[in-house]
């Protein structure tokens, strides 16, 4: 019995003493496949984190500020004080004792660079003087003769300035229903100084209100 019992502690210390790759297959832990790397998320294309947040995307200029042969935005030439007074918050005229003259309108709401002027208590004509507010075919302040008149074809009619070398751009409207309307682009000449859209005749004055 004793040596019965020493053969078999000998053969346990063996089987103890086995090395791995001595283990039955179907004892072998096998190591987990590693998981597949999540891919990054490809770059928006622009403007699209701004979709559905009512966020502009473009560079197009606010309708309230575009400058027509009309107006500026829903300020039209022929409107009156009162109803410029609801297109424009804090639209007003000077107080004067003749209300039928020439003056020029305020409201901060306005964009920057741009002036009223009213007359027979009448919106007449819109004046822009400096600032880059444009028209609806984009022609603003600093552009050249050429692109005026790339932008308006067939419509500009070039007259001599009356105290330098300058021309005056008078944008005529095709459509003759329109016909009281202008657009007129002062320049030195070679680029656009300040232009000015409303009704005839007052839209062609040249000291403005005098």
Request: hydrophobic share 35%; with cysteine; proline share 8%.
């Amino acid at each position: 019995m004793r040596h019965k019992s020493f053969w078999i502690s000998i053969v346990a210390s063996l089987t103890a003493c086995a090395t791995p790759k001595d283990q039955p297959a179907d004892s072998v832990s096998v190591a987990p496949a590693p998981a597949a790397e999540t891919p990054l998320p490809s770059a928006a294309p622009p403007g699209a984190a701004d979709a559905g947040s009512g966020a502009p995307t473009s560079t197009t200029p606010d309708s309230q500020s575009v400058v027509t042969q009309y107006g500026i935005g829903k300020l039209r030439a022929g409107m009156t004080v009162a109803e410029a007074g609801v297109v424009v918050p804090g639209f007003k005229v000077p107080a004067r004792r003749n209300r039928n003259a020439c003056m020029y309108a305020t409201a901060d709401s306005l964009p920057g660079g741009v002036r009223v002027m009213v007359e027979q208590g009448k919106v007449a004509r819109v004046e822009v003087f400096e600032g880059s507010v444009q028209t609806a075919k984009g022609a603003r302040i600093g552009d050249t003769e050429e692109r005026i008149k790339r932008l308006y074809p067939n419509q500009v009619t070039v007259m001599p300035h009356k105290y330098t070398d300058g021309h005056y751009l008078a944008v005529v409207p095709t459509a003759t229903a329109d016909s009281a309307y202008r657009i007129i682009f002062e320049t030195d000449g070679r680029r656009v100084l300040r232009y000015r859209a409303g009704t005839r005749p007052q839209v062609e004055y040249v000291e403005g209100c005098s």
